[in-house]
């Protein structure tokens, strides 16, 4: 099953104390490209988060949100060391009085001395970073999920695209049977005006034509670009996501179209040709999409 490199998902989990909620945006990127974006507190799990991201998103250019909400809004307040705070205001009282300076902005400067002012923010404890974390997987769970039902969308356009190409390559071996006849005919009408009937040499002139006309069988071509096809489609049914691997089978199919439109040498061919290359070019766009 393919799934799309378009995701989105928000997963919440919470105990007596603390709600978590992570949000997941993703849109298509060749490579893994990571932001998150996480209260202060939990920075020190920053790089986890970074690990289950490469382990279970993969790629993708993703937005990862996270935020909290306390039960009780004081639990994570930053705390004033009184006592502290009372000696700074004293000591600077006693200068400004000896200096002979006012003392209309003492508090202020003693409220930012060093160490009055505390947070409660440094770290959290254990059970606290079990639930962002569970926070975190139900989100991911979501964001795969989306995926998923994207990719399937994904893979009946894919799948119903490549039928188009199997059906034009059929289109093209029911057109062909005259093909190779026309051109022994025309060959022959040429020469016959150029050089005249009684001038050619019948034994050179069929090997030429012999070899000429090998240049122009297009068997090898269908047959592998039906092979490739429905290794296409097989991959698409794979119980893997793997976007690349149907990038390398599609430039394979591209090969083999375009061959065949060179070696055509009939102008109903080259037009089913133009077709095929319509089909292909919507699915590489598609599979820019795929994980």
Same mark, same amino acid.
């Given at each position: 099953?393919?799934?799309?490199?378009?995701?989105? *998902?928000? *997963? &919440?989990?919470?105990? %007596?104390?603390?709600?978590? &909620?992570?949000?997941?945006?993703?849109?298509?990127?060749?490579?893994?490209?990571?932001?998150?974006?996480?209260?202060?507190?939990?920075?020190?799990?920053?790089? #986890?988060?970074?690990?289950?991201? #490469?382990?279970?998103?993969?790629?993708?250019?993703? $937005?990862?949100?996270?935020?909290?909400?306390?039960?009780?809004?004081?639990? +994570?307040?930053?705390?004033?060391? =009184? %006592?502290?705070?009372?000696?700074? @205001?004293?000591?600077? +009282? !006693?200068?400004? =009085?000896?200096?002979?300076?006012? #003392?209309?902005?003492? @508090?202020?400067?003693?409220?930012?001395?060093?160490?009055?002012?505390?947070? $409660?923010?440094?770290?959290?404890?254990?059970?606290?970073?079990?639930?962002?974390?569970?926070?975190?997987?139900?989100?991911?769970?979501?964001?795969? #999920?989306?995926?998923?039902?994207?990719?399937?969308? /994904?893979?009946?356009? /894919?799948?119903?695209?490549?039928?188009?190409?199997?059906?034009?390559?059929?289109?093209?071996?029911?057109?062909?049977?005259?093909?190779?006849?026309?051109?022994?005919?025309?060959?022959?009408?040429?020469?016959?005006?150029?050089?005249?009937?009684?001038?050619?040499?019948?034994?050179?002139?069929? !090997?030429?034509?012999?070899?000429?006309?090998?240049?122009?069988?297009? &068997?090898?071509?269908?047959?592998?670009?039906?092979?490739?096809?429905?290794? @296409?489609?097989?991959?698409?049914?794979?119980?893997?996501?793997?976007?690349?691997?149907?990038?390398?089978?599609?430039?394979?199919?591209?090969?083999?179209?375009?061959?065949?439109?060179?070696?055509? $040498?009939?102008?109903?061919?080259? !037009?089913?040709?133009?077709?095929?290359?319509?089909?292909?070019?919507?699915?590489?766009?598609?599979?820019?999409?795929?994980?």
């Amino acid at each position: 099953m393919i799934k799309s490199m378009t995701g989105y *998902g928000v *997963g &919440t989990f919470e105990n %007596e104390n603390v709600k978590y &909620t992570v949000e997941i945006k993703s849109l298509n990127s060749k490579f893994l490209e990571l932001s998150i974006r996480l209260p202060k507190i939990v920075s020190d799990k920053e790089l #986890t988060l970074r690990g289950e991201c #490469t382990k279970l998103i993969e790629r993708g250019k993703v $937005n990862v949100l996270i935020s909290s909400e306390y039960t009780d809004h004081t639990a +994570k307040a930053s705390s004033i060391n =009184a %006592e502290l705070l009372k000696k700074y @205001f004293e000591q600077l +009282k !006693q200068i400004a =009085a000896e200096l002979g300076d006012n #003392t209309t902005s003492l @508090f202020s400067l003693a409220l930012n001395m060093p160490e009055v002012i505390s947070s $409660n923010d440094d770290e959290i404890d254990e059970e606290e970073g079990k639930v962002l974390m569970k926070a975190f997987h139900n989100a991911v769970d979501k964001f795969n #999920t989306f995926r998923a039902d994207e990719g399937n969308i /994904l893979k009946g356009d /894919l799948e119903k695209r490549v039928m188009f190409i199997l059906d034009y390559l059929t289109e093209v071996e029911s057109v062909e049977g005259d093909r190779i006849p026309l051109i022994r005919e025309r060959l022959n009408q040429y020469m016959e005006s150029a050089v005249g009937k009684e001038n050619i040499d019948k034994n050179r002139f069929e !090997q030429e034509i012999v070899f000429y006309i090998d240049k122009l069988d297009i &068997t090898e071509e269908k047959v592998r670009l039906r092979s490739h096809c429905n290794y @296409f489609i097989e991959a698409l049914n794979s119980a893997d996501s793997n976007g690349k691997k149907l990038g390398f089978i599609s430039q394979e199919m591209g090969r083999e179209i375009n061959t065949l439109g060179s070696k055509a $040498n009939n102008a109903d061919i080259q !037009q089913i040709v133009v077709r095929m290359k319509e089909e292909l070019e919507k699915i590489k766009e598609q599979l820019l999409n795929v994980l």
